[in-house]
C-alpha cells in the first residue's frame, strides 16, 4: 500500500486516490496567474497545522510577501510558527542552491515547496558554487556542456537528485512558456520528477476559467481529465468533471 500526504485541498485528494505518493517529487506546472504558488502555499500550511515540518522556499518573493499572500485566504503561518520555515532566496547571491540543499538535509522535512525552478534557470548567475563555470565543469561532465542552459540543467538535476534519496515529499512550482513544447521552462524536470500537475488559466467573457490537469503520477493510480479549478476567498477548489464550480 501506497503511504499518502494528504493535499488538503478540496477536491484534488478524491482525484489523488487520497493524496500525493509519500516521498514522491511533484511538479507544478503552468503559465502566469494559473495559481501554482497559491495552491502549494495551501498544502503546505495546511499540513504545517496538522503537524508536518515543512519548509516553502522562494526565488521570487520575500518571506513578508508570501505571509501576506497566505493571509489572504486566512492562513496565518504565525499560528503554525515551528512547523512553517518560508526561506526566501535572491539568486544574485553565490551559492544559493548550496545553502538550500544544506537547509534541506540538516532539519528532515516532511513537505517541501520550491517556488519556482524557471526562476533558477533563466537567472543569468550560477546558482551554486559546484557549478560556477563551463572550464570547472568540463573535466567531470561527459559529454561536455557546451551552453548555459545546459550547465543550468545540471544545476537542477543536482537539486532533485538528492531530493529523491529522501523520504521528504517535494513540489517543484515550474512554468510553461506558449509556443515552447514541454511543460517546464527548463526542458528537463518534467522528467526528472514522480509526478506532474498542470494549471490552466483562459479569460472568458464574465471572468476566468482555469482548470487542472494530472498529467502523470508514479507509484499511484488517479483521476485523468481537465478538472475545474477555482480561487476561492478560503483558498483552491478542485470538482471532477460531472460537478459544477
Not at 496567474?33 to 515543512?54: D, H, R
Not at 517543484?172 to 488559466?201: A, F, H
Not at 472568458?204 to 508514479?218: D, F, N, P, Q
Amino acid at each position: 500500500m501506497v503511504s499518502r500526504v494528504k493535499t488538503e485541498i478540496k477536491g484534488l485528494d478524491n482525484l489523488l486516490q487520497g493524496g500525493l505518493p509519500k516521498g514522491s517529487i511533484t511538479m507544478i506546472t503552468g503559465g502566469p496567474g494559473t495559481g501554482k504558488s497559491i495552491l502549494c502555499q495551501e498544502i503546505l500550511y495546511k499540513n504545517a497545522a496538522n503537524g508536518a515540518k515543512c519548509l516553502y522556499a522562494s526565488f521570487e518573493q520575500s518571506e513578508t510577501d508570501i505571509k501576506t499572500q497566505m493571509k489572504q485566504f486566512g492562513w496565518n503561518p504565525d499560528k503554525v510558527k515551528g512547523k512553517l520555515k518560508i526561506l526566501s532566496l535572491d539568486l544574485s547571491g553565490e551559492g544559493v542552491v548550496d545553502y538550500l540543499l544544506e537547509e534541506f538535509n540538516k532539519s528532515k522535512f516532511d513537505l517541501v515547496a520550491i517556488d519556482s525552478i524557471a526562476s533558477l534557470y533563466i537567472n543569468p548567475i550560477p546558482a551554486s558554487k559546484k557549478h560556477m563555470n563551463l572550464v570547472e565543469i568540463n573535466d567531470t561532465v561527459t559529454p561536455i556542456p557546451s551552453t548555459e542552459g545546459m550547465l543550468k540543467k545540471l544545476e537542477i538535476r543536482d537539486i532533485i537528485k538528492p531530493m529523491r534519496k529522501s523520504s521528504t515529499t517535494v513540489l517543484l512550482i515550474n512554468q510553461i512558456i506558449p509556443g515552447q513544447p514541454g511543460y517546464s521552462r527548463d526542458e528537463v524536470s518534467e522528467y526528472l520528477c514522480d509526478s506532474l500537475v498542470k494549471l490552466n488559466y483562459s479569460g472568458v467573457a464574465g471572468g476566468a476559467s482555469r482548470s487542472l490537469e494530472i498529467v502523470k503520477m508514479r507509484f499511484t493510480k488517479f483521476s485523468e481529465g481537465i478538472m475545474p479549478l477555482e480561487i476561492t476567498k478560503k483558498g483552491i477548489l478542485v470538482k471532477s468533471l460531472d460537478e459544477k464550480l
